[in-house]
T-cell receptor, first 111, second 116 residues
Framework: KNQVEQSPQSLIILEGKNCTLQCNYTVSPFSNLRWYKQDTGRGPVSLTI?????NTKSNGRYTATLDADTKQSSLHITASQLSDSASYIC??????????FGPGTRLSVLP | DTEVTQTPKHLVMGMTNKKSLKCEQHMGHRAMYWYKQKAKKPPELMFV???????INESVPSRFSPECPNSSLLNLHLHALQPEDSALYLCASSQVSGPLAGNTIYFGEGSWLTVV
């Protein structure tokens, strides 16, 4: 069964610190993987997309990595800000009909 | 900024009411989706429309009735809902719902539904 797992389930960090979120998937075939940020009560917003041939991609303070061999992705947030408090969802497109969602990581950034 | 627009942003309805959620996109996408999201959970797929035809219905109760009037619009008609149907309803679109290497899903801001 195609699955996406994320860890940790929740994370609390202090403002200005860095953190890394993990996404492991068993989706096959694999087409692309996207990280979304979802503020409470709002729709998910795309942060970055990774395709099979890409290893690293940055978007400001967000850097995503992908290891297609081990089927793992990470999202690194640098110099966290209070506004980074949100849920981060990993979504994998299986090149067919399915967007497979991870359960999300809830990040809280404290002052 | 999202390019998928949902209205209304908030809706409170009684269990005997009939209401509709509306969604619009102008990206030329041919696949549109309805998702239901409860607090602290990922979105759950309800319906998929592909080229304006319903292609996936994830065993959703008939009190939810989707409609796709044209390639840019998607509605969700609500009737005789239950309090447990209260949730954030997300509309989304993607280029297609079939094989496409770069296919990506874009979400609207969501409609908060409360059933009283």
């Amino acid at each position: 069964k195609n699955q996406v797992e994320q860890s940790p389930q929740s994370l609390i960090i202090l403002e200005g610190k860095n953190c890394t979120l993990q996404c492991n998937y068993t989706v096959s075939p694999f087409s692309n993987l996207r990280w979304y940020k979802q503020d409470t009560g709002r729709g998910p917003v795309s942060l970055t997309i990774m395709t099979f041939s890409e290893n690293t991609k940055s978007n400001g303070r967000y850097t995503a990595t992908l290891d297609a061999d081990t089927k793992q992705s990470s999202l690194h947030i640098t110099a966290s800000q209070l506004s980074d408090s949100a849920s981060y969802i990993c979504v994998v497109w299986d090149y067919g009909q399915n967007f497979v969602f991870g359960p999300g990581t809830r990040l809280s950034v404290l002052p | 900024d999202t390019e998928v627009t949902q209205t209304p942003k908030h809706l409170v309805m009684g269990m005997t009411n009939k209401k509709s959620l509306k969604c619009e996109q102008h990206m030329g996408h041919r696949a549109m989706y309805w998702y239901k999201q409860k607090a602290k959970k990922p979105p759950e797929l309800m319906f998929v429309y592909s080229y304006e035809k319903l292609s996936i219905n994830e065993s959703v109760p008939s009190r939810f009735s989707p409609e796709c009037p044209n390639s840019s619009l998607l509605n969700l008609h609500l009737h005789a809902l239950q309090p447990e149907d209260s949730a954030l309803y997300l509309c989304a679109s993607s280029q297609v719902s079939g094989p496409l290497a770069g296919n990506t899903i874009y979400f609207g801001e969501g409609s908060w539904l409360t059933v009283v």
